[in-house]
C-alpha cells in the first residue's frame, strides 16, 4: 500500500512540475537553463 502512494505522489509531482514549466514557458526553462529570467 506504501509503495502505491509512493509511486502517486511522484507522479503528482511530476506532473505538477510539467503543468508548472509548461505555464511559465518550457522554452525558457529548457532552452536556456543558465539564464532563467524568473528563478526565485
Known sequence: MKRVLLAAALIAAIA???LWRSRRGAEV???APS???EIS
Do not use: Q
Request: positive net charge; glycine residues 12%; aromatic residues 22%.
Open 16 to 18: 505538477g512540475t510539467a
Open 35 to 37: 539564464s532563467r529570467p
Open 29 to 31: 526553462w529548457y532552452a
